[in-house]
């Protein structure tokens, strides 16, 4: 009985500094991942409209009853995380989306559209596919199907669909969609809210 209660009080204590332990390397390293995700963020912001000056972004509340609209319409798993308007919305806007259909997990892009609805820019912030395969999608020989094109909605073209084709990436077609689709919310919901 006795050895039961001492290697409960020792598994107690060790429970006890290691929560203490994580707590405290978590406010210690809290700060300082946050600011690295806002410069992050700022960057690819700036990625898809590079035109526009680092003040020229403001953040705006995303509308999610549009967003959760878009996404039934579109069938896909994905969230509108954030939006900022570009000079007020008379260059532009950007959307950050996440789509979480791609094959190593979710995919965060962050997509820019100008005033006119032509796709600017695709930039990623986060992405854990296959290496070799997967990971393509962050090669401008990608992701740059997108930019310049004004659409309505855009689909792999292996699959069949209406608005402009994408090509697939070879071995990565799951990653193809999960960015199409990811593209696809950025754009019902430019379209759709503003």
Same mark, same amino acid.
């Given at each position: 009985?006795?050895?039961?209660?001492?290697?409960?009080?020792?598994? %107690?204590?060790?429970?006890?500094?290691?929560?203490?332990?994580?707590?405290?390397?978590?406010?210690?390293?809290?700060?300082?991942? &946050?600011?690295?995700?806002?410069?992050?963020?700022?960057?690819?912001?700036?990625?898809?409209?590079?035109? $526009?000056?680092?003040?020229a @972004?403001?953040?705006?509340?995303?509308?999610?009853?549009?967003?959760?609209?878009?996404v /039934?319409?579109?069938g896909?798993?994905?969230?509108?995380?954030?939006?900022?308007?570009?000079?007020?919305?008379?260059?532009? *806007?950007?959307? %950050?989306?996440?789509?979480?259909?791609? *094959?190593?997990?979710?995919?965060?892009? %962050? #997509?820019?559209?100008?005033?006119?609805?032509?796709?600017?820019?695709?930039?990623?912030?986060?992405i854990?596919?296959?290496?070799?395969?997967?990971? /393509?999608?962050?090669?401008?020989? @990608?992701?740059?199907? *997108?930019?310049?094109?004004? &659409?309505?909605?855009?689909?792999?073209?292996?699959?069949?669909?209406?608005?402009?084709?994408?090509? $697939?990436?070879?071995?990565?077609?799951?990653?193809?969609?999960?960015?199409?689709?990811? #593209?696809?919310?950025?754009?019902? *919901?430019?379209?759709?809210?503003?």
């Amino acid at each position: 009985m006795n050895k039961i209660i001492r290697n409960t009080i020792i598994l %107690t204590v060790i429970t006890v500094i290691s929560g203490f332990l994580l707590g405290l390397v978590y406010e210690i390293t809290a700060e300082p991942i &946050a600011r690295t995700q806002e410069a992050a963020k700022k960057e690819a912001w700036q990625a898809v409209f590079p035109e $526009a000056s680092e003040d020229a @972004f403001q953040q705006i509340d995303v509308d999610a009853d549009v967003a959760a609209q878009v996404v /039934k319409d579109l069938g896909v798993d994905a969230t509108v995380d954030e939006v900022c308007a570009v000079d007020g919305g008379e260059t532009g *806007y950007v959307v %950050t989306v996440t789509d979480g259909e791609g *094959y190593g997990g979710d995919i965060q892009i %962050t #997509v820019g559209i100008t005033a006119d609805g032509t796709v600017s820019g695709v930039s990623f912030l986060s992405i854990s596919e296959t290496a070799g395969l997967g990971m /393509k999608a962050q090669e401008p020989s @990608f992701y740059e199907q *997108y930019v310049g094109v004004q &659409a309505e909605r855009f689909y792999v073209s292996k699959d069949g669909g209406e608005g402009e084709p994408i090509d $697939a990436i070879s071995g990565a077609t799951i990653t193809t969609r999960a960015v199409t689709g990811a #593209v696809n919310t950025a754009l019902g *919901y430019f379209q759709n809210a503003f």
